[in-house]
Nanobody
Framework: QVQLVESGGGLVQAGGSLRLSCAAS????????MGWFRQAPGKEREFVAS??????NTVYADSVKGRFTVSRDNTKFYLQMTMLKPDDTAVYYC?????????WGQGTQVTVSS
């Protein structure tokens, strides 16, 4: 029942900040473990960050640790990105899983210019 829609992507200069949002519908959102993934052209999709259902346990990829922050509230899931680098350029995807259920958003483009 849960559906995910990303927003907030765009063009930003290196060193800048951007906040991505993942809007969730459905009454079981709070039960989903949420994560952000990204995929650059010609590369495999990679893990960025995740957050537990409680919102207290977070995990970050080494490439973004200390720069990105993941959070969630009742109906939205966020990725606050700071100190952006050109290498962060990718399509960012919101993902949620609950047991055997796996849900993906459509993705939002983030482009970091030098």
């Amino acid at each position: 029942q849960v559906q995910l829609v990303e927003s907030g992507g765009g063009l930003v200069q290196a060193g800048g900040s951007l906040r991505l949002s993942c809007a969730a519908s459905g009454r079981t959102f709070s039960s989903y473990h949420m994560g952000w993934f990204r995929q650059a052209p010609g590369k495999e999709r990679e893990f960025v960050a995740s957050i537990s259902t409680s919102g207290t346990n977070t995990v970050y990829a080494d490439s973004v640790k200390g720069r990105f922050t993941v959070s969630r509230d009742n109906t939205k899931f966020y990725l606050q990105m700071t100190m952006l680098k050109p290498d962060d350029t990718a399509v960012y995807y919101c993902h949620g899983n609950y047991g055997r259920v796996s849900i993906w958003g459509q993705g939002t483009q983030v482009t970091v210019s030098s």
